[in-house]
């Protein structure tokens, strides 16, 4: 005899049932759930993507907008080319040795409306353009550290260059500066009567004169007397600037030595100095012995005189400090000169050049040189971006 289990527990069975049936219905409903929580988080990560790929489009689009903007900015605010005879052999120059047939061939003026400023044109050597970058804009100082000729044998040329182991023979003070001043200077003043001022390298301000400072790398002493022997040509000229012992005979070229320059030859001449001295500007005021009789720059790396700028700002002992050292300058008849400023950011630089400036500082050391003679400084940057000097 067999009993079914629904008849011996009828109850029992519906209940049991019910609970399955239960189940699986609380099982369809956490699947579906679970499915639809899963949708929901794949949907947010898909909005989310699409925002960020909105955004990324957005930024990428005002990025090149702000671009094109800071260059039609840059192209409005830009100094406008000074065509000139200088400019024209810049563009042409390959070689050093093709200056003096460049100059010889030009037909148009050499110094054009390019108008000086009191800009030095620190490692001049280094342009693409040795002298002829800085006279295209303006620039009323040179300079060119010199060095034995060891490379030819019984050489009495003087290398032009940063460091001993750079140095090239044909990049010589000769075939870089003397040949080529001389060559300028003569063309300048062809055709002028003999009892005419001198005309100098600019035509807008005959009367300025153009700073050759020249780097003693090595030994002053035995330095010296090749110096003397290349200024010649432009000393018999009448083209250096000179003491006559009295006073100051202006010229179109006054030559400055620097580095292991020595004192004691530029100085011993007391009746006929066409050397001058780059005196050191942090100490003038302890040393009498530097005035306008012997130097003509004043010069000192400004980390050395002043030390660190915080927050790229001068402090108020350091502004002082600067201002002193510019006024004695000024009191001895020479043209104060810091090297070793800021060049970067844009910002700071254009500050820095800018409060030398009125302080009155002589002579501004610069590398970038269409920045520094031709912008307004004022305008150098836009929004903290920089315009000039790129």
């Given amino acids: 005899m067999s009993i079914r289990l629904e008849d011996a527990f009828p109850d029992q069975g519906e209940v ?3 609970s399955t049936v239960m189940t699986s219905e609380r099982r369809y409903t956490k699947a579906l759930g679970n ?10 990560y898909r909005h989310l ?14 990025a ?37 047939a460049l100059i010889s061939s030009l037909t148009e003026d050499l110094s054009g409306a390019v108008t000086p400023v009191p800009v030095h044109s620190h490692n001049d050597y280094w342009r693409a353009t040795p002298l002829f970058d800085a006279l295209s804009t303006g620039c009323t100082g040179v300079e060119a550290d010199i060095w034995f000729d060891d490379l030819t044998p019984n050489s009495s040329e003087l290398l032009v260059s940063h460091t001993r182991r750079a140095v090239i023979p044909d ?26 001022p001198l005309v100098g390298v600019y035509d807008t301000s005959p009367n300025a004169t153009l700073v050759l400072m020249l780097d003693f790398k090595e030994n002053g002493t035995d330095l010296w007397p090749l110096v003397q022997h290349h200024l010649t040509p432009l000393r018999q000229a009448g083209y250096l600037q000179y003491w ?89 008849g020479l043209l104060a000169r810091y090297w070793s400023t800021p060049a970067w950011p844009i910002s700071l630089r254009s500050r820095v050049w800018r409060e030398l400036v009125d302080m009155g500082a002589g002579m501004l050391n610069a590398d970038d040189l269409v920045s520094a003679s031709r912008w307004d400084w004022g305008f150098c940057t836009v929004f903290s971006l920089p315009l000039c000097g790129w």
């Fill in 16 to 18: 049991a049932l019910d």
């Fill in 35 to 44: 499915s639809w929580s899963g949708t929901r988080t794949r949907l947010a």
């Fill in 49 to 62: 993507a699409i925002a960020f790929a909105i955004l990324n489009i957005g930024i990428s689009l005002a």
């Fill in 64 to 100: 090149v907008a702000i671009f094109f903007l800071l260059v039609s900015i840059r192209s409005q605010l830009k100094p406008a080319i000074i065509p000139s005879g200088y400019r024209t052999i810049g563009q042409q120059w390959q070689h050093p040795n093709q200056t003096t």
């Fill in 171 to 196: 990049r010589t003070l000769r075939s870089l500066y003397i040949d080529p001043l001389f060559g300028i200077l003569n063309a300048q003043n062809a055709g002028l009567q003999p009892t005419a």
């Fill in 244 to 332: 006559n012992g009295t006073s100051l005979i202006p010229g179109p070229i006054t030559i400055v030595g620097s580095g292991n320059a020595p004192f004691d030859l530029i100085s011993a001449n007391a009746s006929h100095r066409d050397i001058f001295f780059d005196a050191p500007l942090d100490k003038l005021a302890e040393d009498a012995k530097y005035n306008h009789s012997n130097s003509y720059y004043a010069s000192v790396a400004m980390s050395k005189s002043i030390g660190t700028r915080w927050g790229g700002r001068f402090s108020s002992a350091q502004r002082s400090k600067v201002q002193s050292q510019i006024d004695v300058a000024c009191e001895r």
